[in-house]
Nanobody, 118 residues
Framework: QVKLVESGGGLVQAGGSLRLSCAASGSIFSINRMGWYRQAPGKQRELVARITSGDSINYLDTVKGRFTISRDNAKNTVYLQMNSLKPKHTAVYCC????????????WGQGTQITVSS
């Protein structure tokens, strides 16, 4: 059994910063990649940022230079530092990880709400 637990969401004023964390726990042999998706009201879920075990990183174009993803392999944790937030960044942010445990499986966190007020 593998679980992803997110933290760090909440309400922030425009221009502010937040740091999301997602810790994976359970029967983990290795983690291929970890990342963050978001879904705003009335919109489809989209990939925000992803980092592989080899530290290859992908960002959604609109967050490049504003968001930074990183990971701590020893802690099985991925972080998303979000700076200069705007109301358009309001969404539920969800952690995702491709994990090798008893099998290779794509896991999801429960999601954390980020609301950016103007």
């Amino acid at each position: 059994q593998v679980k992803l637990v997110e933290s760090g969401g909440g309400l922030v004023q425009a221009g502010g910063s937040l740091r999301l964390s997602c810790a994976a726990s359970g029967s983990i042999f290795s983690i291929n990649r970890m990342g963050w998706y978001r879904q705003a009201p009335g919109k489809q879920r989209e990939l925000v940022a992803r980092i592989t075990s080899g530290d290859s990183i992908n960002y959604l174009d609109t967050v490049k230079g504003r968001f930074t993803i990183s990971r701590d392999n020893a802690k099985n944790t991925v972080y998303l530092q979000m700076n200069s937030l705007k109301p358009k960044h309001t969404a539920v942010y969800c952690c995702n990880a491709l994990i090798v445990g008893v099998a290779l499986y794509d896991y999801w966190g429960q999601g954390t709400q980020i609301t950016v007020s103007s």
